[in-house]
């Protein structure tokens, strides 16, 4: 543990930097891929409301079962986003993986989208906060000019966002994603998890990147080893704690900034 100490400390001094501004280092959290009430999400659950801290979960409506539905409602820190449909790769081979690509005629895609937009009403109620969050991050911009039409007011892919409005929806990406893919859904490291966390918070601090996007922490619960767990709780565990810091629900920031930029 002595080794990580050091990025714990990357961190610490960064926080301190927005203390000296007399900013709030904003964060959110986004966990993909929610199916039905399994222990992983259980574990999820508890580290979110053992810290208080709002937890969105981004769920495709032809894979969720009615069940989810029902354990949703009893974490009261509990956001449900769209993503995307079935999560079903329509690319041709060559192409990296996309349900939400130009693949497919968009009257068909926008046609399954409305469907998956009206299942989430029904099970998730008022608890779907209307984002499209796109499996493997990818849309065509054809289909994101269509979301508003649907009822979409947010959508949410990774990276720093270059505008906040686009299409009428407003963006809040995440940034920090904890499973390295590549390796066998291993976790990434501390040392990589904390970079990407202190590259946002600080380029957010010195206006390289918009410096109202909450800093999304972007988690999979389905996929996390042991290490992974205990980079959240630990990460929860300081956070949490921190003056300056503040996770902010999904639904404020994707209803409370519209209230700002609306005439
Ligand atoms: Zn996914």
């Known amino acids: ?14 926080f301190d930097a927005w203390d000296r501004l007399n900013a709030t280092a904003t964060l959110w959290w986004r966990d993909d891929d929610a199916e039905q009430p399994v222990e ?25 079962a009615p069940a989810l539905g029902t354990r949703v409602r009893k974490h009261s820190e509990c956001a449900v986003l ?18 939400l690509g130009d693949d497919r005629p968009t009257q068909t895609v926008t046609e399954e989208l409305r469907n998956g937009f009206h299942r989430m009403q029904h099970l998730f109620g008022d608890r779907f906060v209307k ?18 039409d649907i009822g979409f007011t947010g959508i949410s892919t990774y990276l720093a966002r270059k505008t906040m409005l686009e299409h009428k929806l407003i963006r809040c990406n995440s940034h ?5 893919w590549k390796a066998g859904d291993r976790f990434v490291g501390t040392d990589r998890a904390i ?35 205990q980079f959240i709780e630990k990460l929860l565990d300081y956070t ?7 996770w902010r629900p999904a639904a404020e920031i994707f209803n409370q900034e519209l209230s700002i930029v609306s005439p």
């Open 1 to 14: 543990m002595q080794s990580g100490a050091r990025y714990w400390d990357k961190l610490r001094r960064e």
């Open 40 to 64: 992983a999400l259980e574990r999820l659950f508890h580290l979110s409301e053992s810290h208080a801290a709002p937890v969105a979960i981004a769920v495709s409506p032809a894979l969720a």
């Open 82 to 99: 769209q993503h995307g449909y079935a999560h079903s790769n329509h690319a041709s081979a060559e192409r990296k993986k996309n349900e």
């Open 131 to 148: 984002v499209m969050v796109p499996p493997w991050n990818r849309i065509s911009d054809t289909l994101t000019a269509g979301l508003y």
């Open 176 to 180: 920090v994603d904890i499973v390295d």
């Open 195 to 229: 970079r990407l966390l202190v590259d946002h918070l600080a380029a957010r601090r010195a206006g390289e990147v918009d410096p109202n996007e909450p800093t999304g922490l972007l988690t999979h619960h389905l996929r996390h080893d042991e290490d992974a767990w």
């Open 240 to 246: 949490t704690r921190h003056q300056i810091v503040r």
